[in-house]
């Protein structure tokens, strides 16, 4: 079983114009370990760039999977040329979102590896004293319990939810469909989390430019998600892209908001727990993929 890690940076490249090159691909693969290929390319006019962190000479060739993988979802623009045509408000099949959200829902949204991986990424990122805005929130905030905040406020659609998170000194139901406007200050925040959320928002630039409004110079706003979502709720086109075309529509929405030093990375292939009660579907923990950027 091969595990991935794959991390990608992304600086004056549009993700959603820009191919990759078979040349590219081809130098990548006979790279080493902390070795560097760069790339020219015309349109947009820049440099791709690669350095492998590390190198998995395993059956499935270790990071070359990532490389079909982007091939197949992030440069294809056979499926990304329609997002081109969408603006804000996205559509979504459901959009009564205070009926929907009612209803508490106690539940986690992701199997118990993908969990723990999910805390330890987000501890790469929150400090002890910093104050964190936890977008689209519920009852649990995803942080490692080592790590001290200063504050951390969660905003949500369900009080109950809000009120089981045990990490949250704040807590704010607000609708960010209904008005995508956040109720805090400018340079409020030196970090900001939206997590397992994204698909939901029919504004996400807008709501990504109130983020990046409220973050502090140089602070971060990291957005996470995996392969479950609630159908009525997801927007389009979110369930019909592959999952790196996923990315690249996430990416140029943080683009757009005017986030700087752009990453994305992805994690598959974990084993699933025995006891998980999807494991007769799939033996792999859900997958994870983050982008985030800086203010």
Known sequence: MAVHRDRHWFAGV????????????????????????????????????????????????????VLAALKQGIGRQAELAPLEALTEPYPRPHEDDAAFYAPPRLVDHLDATALNEWRTFTGRFVRDGMAVLDLMASHDSHLPAEVRPARVVGLGMNAVELGHN?????????????????????????????????????????????????LKPGGRCVVSFSERWFPPKAVEPWPKLHPFARVAWVLRHLQRAGFTALHTESLRGLPRP?????????????????VWGTA
């Open 14 to 65: 549009d993700p959603l114009e820009t191919d990759l090159p078979a040349g590219f691909a081809t130098a990548i693969a006979k790279l080493g370990a902390g070795e560097t290929a760069c790339w020219p390319i015309a349109t947009p006019s820049g440099t791709l760039e690669a350095r492998v962190l590390a190198r998995d000479d395993g059956p499935a060739d270790g990071y070359l999977a």
């Open 166 to 214: 045990p990490r949250l000194t704040e807590s704010i139901v607000h609708d960010l469909n209904a008005k995508p406007t956040l109720p805090f200050a400018a340079r409020e925040f030196d970090l900001v989390l939206c997590a397992l959320s994204i698909e939901y928002l029919a504004r996400p630039e807008a709501v990504l430019r109130e983020a990046r409004r409220v």
């Open 274 to 290: 025995a006891d998980d009660k999807y494991i007769a579907q799939t033996k792999f923990s859900d997958p994870l993929y983050a």
